[in-house]
């Protein structure tokens, strides 16, 4: 018996759920009802995001004029989720 299987070595897939190629920046425009931001974008364009994770569970607040990393949804590019408050 040999032992090649033990030898190959895979490379990690990537994570599905990444988001990486739909990630941009943009700042806040204006804070609307029920966590809903909108966000004017790097291109210019706008689009209506919600804070995600430990924006909500550790109450950080967005006022209009931050700027923020968004990452938008893949099937709707006017829509997205706030990673990050840069």
Sequence with gaps: MSDVGSRVK???LQDPKS???NLT???VVEEMPN???RVELANGDSALAHAGGQKVRNFVRLLPGDRVEVVLATHDLTRGRITRKL
């Design 25 to 27: 920046f943009g700042f």
């Design 10 to 12: 895979f490379l990690p």
């Design 19 to 21: 988001d990486i190629r």
């Design 35 to 37: 966590g809903v931001y």
